[in-house]
């Protein structure tokens, strides 16, 4: 299903909507509000920018550097080159523990991999720990939002939830008593998971280390009490420095929720004694972004979710209508390159306003690569009704006579048309909006009237 027709599905539930929209607005708001506090904040962008140019354009030589350090550190290094490599590694893991329950805090990439079904599939039960993250998989839904999981349900959602999955009270909306609830719950999850996997938010080449950064400490609730943490890491996240992660971090948990810093910012670096730690490092189609000049810089993206809480189309749509793991604006810019066929809507699904480009971190140019995408689009789609409109279009606005006689024709047209051809499914404009009241004259007659 396209974004317009999934689009339409949210806006049904007409007061959800204009909720959701200005639930995220707040949180765009509160993004505004600190990043005012720091004098600094556009030199940070600017520098957290250039630190990922290098990043992109020495990828290679980080990766190589991050594997060496690691690998001495006593950190296990795992490469895979797509989606169900990284699936089958994470498997052979768990199987060499035999393992068959763990705990996974909120990882996208494993999102993006698909590994819960993949796991359950493989008789593995799957615990993410994320509250948020819990929500949504309770009720087999994805992530709407990829900081705020389930930003689409409301409170009485979830109590009605929670009555059913963890027998709380029936109507008690009360946030703290539902997170205590979900606490208890989750910790005999951690306390029962031999394995745990986190993601990953950057990886230091210089050190061979890694950092995690969550709100709740699930992450490192989870690893503690396990013996063997797999850390699954797009190829994309590595840093050079350590120093580095004091531009990032600044800039992420501002970007993100408008807090001053994540709660939780962990760095792994070995395991423990008798301990394990392995890293999954995934390509997944990244290299093949990297070498797509005008869309490689998506590659730089924190994945903040700024960019989606400042979209007018994110906010008025909802995560889903995206269908892709990571939706919004970024989202829109990554998925064709995923599947160009399968994503076709999304680069399309945007104003172009350029709000996502003026609040990313790392001045990634959104909207310019949203309209590079849509003319890939255009010209790999060939003729379309739209394509041979516009050609029709352009020779009439090409010849004046042509013109002149096409306006006279179809002033009179729309005078007399019913509305079920005006307003046919041609029209896709017209779903929303009403035609203008044709004019009684061109505005050439009354410029000939009134300038002359
Ligand atoms: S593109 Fe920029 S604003 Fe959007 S999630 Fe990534 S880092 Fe954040």
Redesign the pocket.
């Given at each position: 299903m396209s974004h317009p027709a999934k689009a339409s599905e949210f806006l049904q539930d007409a007061a959800k909507a204009k909720w959701h929209d200005e639930t995220l607005w707040f949180v765009r708001d509160k993004r505004d509000t600190i990043s005012k506090t720091i004098p600094e904040w556009e030199k940070l962008r600017e520098l957290a920018s250039q630190i990922k140019d290098n990043v992109l354009a020495n990828l290679d030589k980080y990766l190589v550097q991050f594997e060496e350090k690691a690998t001495a550190n006593g950190i296990k290094v795992h490469w895979a080159k797509d989606a169900e490599e990284h699936n089958q590694i994470v498997l052979s893991i768990l199987q060499r523990h035999q393992c068959k329950a763990i705990v996974k805090s909120k990882s996208i990439l494993t999102e993006e991999c698909h590994l819960n079904p993949f796991l359950e599939n493989n008789g593995v039960e799957v615990v993410d720990t994320d509250l948020g993250e819990r929500i949504v998989q309770f009720l087999n839904q994805p992530p709407s939002h990829?900081v705020l999981p389930a930003i689409h349900l409301k409170k009485r959602d979830i109590s009605e939830l929670f009555h059913e999955k963890l027998h709380t009270e029936k109507g008690n909306e009360d946030p703290a008593y539902l997170t205590h609830a979900a606490r208890l719950h989750l910790r005999e999850k951690f306390l029962g998971a031999k394995v745990a996997i986190t993601g990953v938010n950057f990886g230091v080449a210089e050190t061979g280390e890694f950092v995690v950064c969550t709100n709740e400490g699930n992450a490192d609730m989870g690893v503690h009490l396990a013996d063997v943490h797999i850390a699954c890491m797009g190829i994309e996240k590595i840093i050079p420095r350590r120093k580095d992660l004091g531009v990032f971090l600044r800039l992420l948990a501002r970007?993100?929720t408008g807090q001053p810093i994540t709660n939780y910012n962990s760095h792994f670096r070995s395991p423990a004694a008798g301990k394990e730690i392995h890293i999954v490092l995934v390509d997944n189609g990244r290299t093949d972004q990297l070498a797509r000049e005008k869309f490689k810089n998506?590659l730089?993206?924190?994945?903040?979710?700024?960019?989606?809480n400042t979209c007018p189309i994110y906010r008025r749509s909802g995560g889903y209508s995206y269908g892709s793991v990571?939706p919004?604006?970024?989202g829109s810019i990554l998925s064709p390159g995923l599947d160009v066929k399968k994503y076709s809507t999304l680069p399309f699904a945007s104003t172009l306003c350029g709000s996502?480009t003026d609040?990313?971190?790392?001045k990634?140019n959104?909207h310019e690569q949203l309209y590079e995408w849509r003319q890939e689009i255009t010209k790999a789609q060939g003729t379309n009704a739209k394509s041979i409109s516009m050609k029709i279009a352009n020779g009439i606005f090409a010849v004046p006579f042509a013109y002149k006689v096409t306006g006279v024709m179809m002033r009179g047209a729309l005078k007399i048309l019913p509305d079920s051809i005006t307003y046919s499914g041609l029209n896709t404009w017209g779903k929303q909006r009403d035609l203008p009241e044709t004019p009684k004259e061109t505005f050439k007659d009354w410029y000939k009237k009134n300038r002359t």
């Open positions: 990829i970007s993100a998506s730089k993206c924190i994945r903040c979710g700024a960019c989606m990571v919004g604006p970024i996502c609040v990313c971190p790392v990634i959104i």
